[in-house]
């Protein structure tokens, strides 16, 4: 895929769009701070298990990162 082709841009930023919200959900001291909504209510889980989710979710956006095609560089 060529760097000016619009697909790449719009795939990669729905990806972004998708960590935020899946962020929010895990993380609602961070959606207050970033100022999106949130399903969830209350305080962020700061226990392992929620760690472990974050930590799920940034390896899972990262692989599917990795699975774009890269752009057309210099």
């Known amino acids: 895929m060529m760097r000016d082709d619009p697909g790449v841009g719009r795939s990669i930023r729905a990806l972004a769009d998708a960590y935020v919200d899946k962020l929010a959900d895990i993380d609602p001291l961070m959606a207050a701070f970033l100022g999106v909504s949130s399903s969830s209510e209350g305080l962020s889980d700061l226990s392992p298990d929620g760690r472990m989710a974050l930590d799920d979710l940034a390896c ?15």
């Open 60 to 74: 899972s956006t990262l692989a599917r990162l990795d699975q774009q095609e890269p752009a057309a560089g210099p």
